[in-house]
């Protein structure tokens, strides 16, 4: 069983709110990611880290923003929430090389 | 750039039916392949995955063959469940050259098993 969380598992909140979507691995994986999921069920790669400080945009434009001040932990915000932010957000997180990346349960986010 | 292309879904199969889904990929190296599970309200799981040409993965009876000469990763399940209604996603990762190494996902296939 793959050991990373992601709280809260769902959230609704209001417009222009600030949200912060935690993501924690026990497995001292030095990657993390974060993907955007649609309701058509694609994923799409946000945000990702290589390590501590390390922090990189990924192929889909976000508005949220990451940081990776300790290797197990790896925050999403989102400073003022849009309806538009309304997805299921994934974080994962793997080893180097061409090893599986372990996925947390998701968050589902709904800005009304 | 790299890309994975999945079959369409979703698939509707009788249960105790052969299930098949069609996975190609395309990539400039030699890449790890994958595939991802998801149930309903959860996060992605490890099917199944194979590193190097010829090599079959294999797990809860499904299988996948890495394919070089047809750069194929298809799916392949002989006798399948209601429990294995989900949707499958097959994946590629390239080795860690050139700040790369990461995950590159297909659309997705929903599967539903009908009694």
């Known amino acids: 069983e793959a050991d990373i969380y992601q709280t809260p598992r769902y959230l609704v909140i209001g417009t222009g709110k600030k949200i912060t979507l935690e993501c924690s691995q026990t497995?001292?994986?030095?990657?993390m990611y974060w993907y955007q999921q649609d309701p058509g069920m694609e994923l799409h790669l946000i945000h990702y880290?290589?390590?501590?400080?390390?922090?990189e945009k990924g192929d889909l434009s976000s508005e949220s923003t990451v940081s990776r001040i300790r290797t197990e932990h790896f925050p999403l915000t989102l400073e003022s929430a849009r309806p538009s932010h309304t997805s299921q957000y994934l974080c994962?997180?793997?080893?180097?090389?061409?090893?599986?990346?372990?996925f947390g349960q998701g968050t589902r986010l709904t800005v009304v | 750039g790299d890309s994975v292309t999945q079959m369409e879904g979703p698939v509707t199969l009788s249960e105790e039916a052969f299930l098949t889904i069609n996975c190609t990929y395309t990539a400039t190296g030699y890449p790890s392949l994958f595939w991802y599970v998801q149930y309903p309200g959860e996060g992605l799981q490890l099917l199944l995955k194979?590193?190097?040409?010829?090599d079959k993965g294999s797990n809860k009876g499904f299988e996948a063959t890495y394919r070089k000469e047809t750069t194929s990763f298809h799916l392949e399940k002989g006798s399948v469940q209601v429990s294995d209604s989900a949707v499958y996603f097959c994946a590629l990762k390239l080795p860690p050259r050139g700040g790369g190494n990461k995950l590159t996902f297909g659309t997705g296939t929903q599967l539903k098993v009908e009694l």
């Open positions: 994962a997180s793997s080893a180097w090389g061409n090893t599986e990346a372990f």
């Open positions: 497995m001292g994986h030095d990657k």
């Open positions: 880290s290589y390590g501590v400080n390390s922090t």
């Open positions: 194979a590193t190097k040409a010829d």
